[in-house]
């Protein structure tokens, strides 16, 4: 009989192993896009990665005969159970061959660790905190995964919803063909708004100065995103650390900023060239010829991601979603982007799907957490 093991991760060598295992899994599958290697480390290293501070994580790797056949993170984050009372263990990192026993035995794991803590709910496939990646793809199988969602195989929910675990929340994407001219609404509304408000557009000469919009940048995600029933508050430090890590990357062609009329940020919508293609090639590796195919993606791409979004409670539906599309339009035609692909938004909130509503968005992927209640 098949012997079956389940051992957490203790050396640098099983965290490899740990990093490695979906590259191995998907090496066929042409919609999979490995994570770079080194941001997979920072991820589990407590000196780099500030959301470990106020969390516990542990690995998990399962063998089937001696051969590795799965993975699992587990994990708790304190700010959510201690603070918000919610007492549950988040999962993620999950990972299997298309084998019931497989599975089961991961989700044990993370079964047997909530119970270990007193926690009577798990929930995945989840993130450390709300800015990693979330879901697990139900729907879209057949197109290729953008650099902040989670890629799956079709088996994967059948899994889960067989271990007993249901859909907890879900996450709708879209796609957005630009057309050649925005339609006249679009347009009225971005002169009526602005006048209206006395809202300002900032423009950037160069990327030092988004540097100090940082952190106003996520004051704003906090207030854009707290009502959601995943809110949890963003911490100085992972604010410092995305600002020194992330930050450095990002083309400021691609960010808009609106200011009301004392200056105070109101709005902000960052996208990106799509590095799906990029992350294909790299491999997991951005050294030494991966950033090549990076910094040709971001020189000529004709597709484009949304990241990250927020709008002060006081400015949804005034109207400041035709500014900042209109601004995101006039940076795209100029760079020759034709597609955008939405990051994952939770199906409830209508407060940001209503910025696709005027170009005919495709829901062209769903993904959801699965929950387990314990007794």
Not at 127 to 138: E, Q, S, V
Not at 328 to 340: A, C, E, Q
Request: proline share 5%; charged share 30%.
């Amino acid at each position: 009989m098949p012997q079956l093991s389940v051992l957490e991760v203790k050396s640098k060598e099983d965290l490899m192993k740990f990093i490695k295992f979906p590259m191995d899994l998907y090496r066929n599958n042409k919609n999979f896009v490995p994570a770079l290697i080194e941001d997979e480390k920072f991820i589990w290293d407590p000196k780099q990665n500030p959301a470990l501070a106020y969390s516990e994580a542990k690995q998990f790797l399962a063998f089937k005969d001696g051969r590795l056949v799965g993975r699992i993170a587990v994990m708790v984050n304190f700010k959510e159970t201690q603070e918000l009372g919610v007492e549950k263990v988040r999962f993620g990192w999950l990972d299997f061959i298309d084998d019931l026993e497989v599975s089961k035995a991961l989700i044990d794991t993370a079964i047997t660790f909530a119970r270990s803590k007193g926690l009577l709910m798990i929930e995945g496939p989840m993130g450390i905190t709300n800015l990693d990646k979330a879901g697990m793809l139900t729907f879209g199988f057949d197109r290729i995964a953008t650099m902040i969602g989670l890629y799956n195989f079709e088996y994967y929910p059948k899994h889960l919803e067989a271990h007993g675990l249901v859909k907890e929340k879900e996450w709708v994407e879209y796609e957005l063909s630009f057309p050649e001219v925005l339609p006249e609404k679009v347009m009225r509304f971005y002169d009526l708004v602005l006048e209206k408000y006395g809202l300002k557009v900032l423009e950037f000469k160069s990327k030092k100065e988004l540097l100090p919009l940082v952190e106003p940048m996520f004051e704003l995600l906090d207030e854009t995103y707290k009502s959601l029933s995943t809110y949890t508050p963003i911490s100085q430090e992972q604010i410092k650390m995305y600002k020194e890590k992330y930050f450095g990357f990002i083309n400021k062609d691609y960010v808009v900023c609106v200011c009301d009329p004392a200056g105070k940020l109101i709005a902000f919508a960052i996208t990106m060239p799509s590095y799906s293609k990029a992350l294909q090639k790299a491999n997991g590796k951005l050294w030494p010829f991966g950033w090549m195919h990076f910094l040709s993606a971001g020189k000529k791409n004709e597709r484009a991601n949304f990241y990250l979004i927020g709008i002060h409670p006081d400015y949804q539906r005034r109207g400041v979603t035709s500014i900042i599309f209109t601004e995101i339009y006039k940076s795209f035609i100029k760079k020759g982007i034709k597609y955008l692909e939405t990051n994952p938004e939770l199906e409830e909130n209508k407060n940001i799907q209503v910025l696709w509503q005027d170009y005919n968005p495709v829901n062209h992927k769903r993904r959801r957490t699965y929950s387990l209640k314990l007794d």
